[in-house]
Nanobody, 121 residues
Framework: QLQASGGGLVQAGGSLRLSCAAS????????LGWFRQAPGKERELVAA????????YSADSMKGRFTISRDNGKNTVYLQMNSLKPEDTAVYYC????????????????WGQGTQLTVSS
């Protein structure tokens, strides 16, 4: 089970860190991803991180602003978001998968509930 938190209202240019805590003992065997979905738009992959944290992926529009990290000891994945823009407003979801051949996974089998981020201009 995945539980995302940390969303809220922030001004443009501000920063926020999302967290996603997982239950279970096999957290370190899952690749993790952060997705977002804005109103009227398709869900998109924001960032992903491999099981050990040694490999990371970031969408082009978020590179340099968003950083994904994980703490396997705490069963938690984070998304540090800096220089936020109004267009970053969306519901953010965390997801996990351990059944893939190539990182990042194309399909994620486990999803948390979303957390809302609103960036005001």
């Amino acid at each position: 089970q995945l539980q995302a938190s940390g969303g809220g209202l922030v001004q443009a240019g501000g920063s926020l860190r999302l967290s996603c805590a997982a239950s279970g003992r096999s957290f370190s065997t899952y690749a993790l991803g952060w997705f977002r979905q804005a109103p009227g738009k398709e869900r998109e992959l924001v960032a992903a991180i491999s099981q050990s944290g040694g490999a990371k992926y970031s969408a082009d529009s978020m590179k340099g602003r968003f950083t994904i990290s994980r703490d396997n000891g705490k069963n938690t994945v984070y998304l540090q978001m800096n220089s936020l823009k109004p267009e970053d407003t969306a519901v953010y979801y965390c997801a996990a998968d351990n059944n893939f051949l190539v990182f990042p996974p194309n399909v994620y089998n486990y999803w948390g509930q979303g957390t809302q981020l609103t960036v005001s201009s």
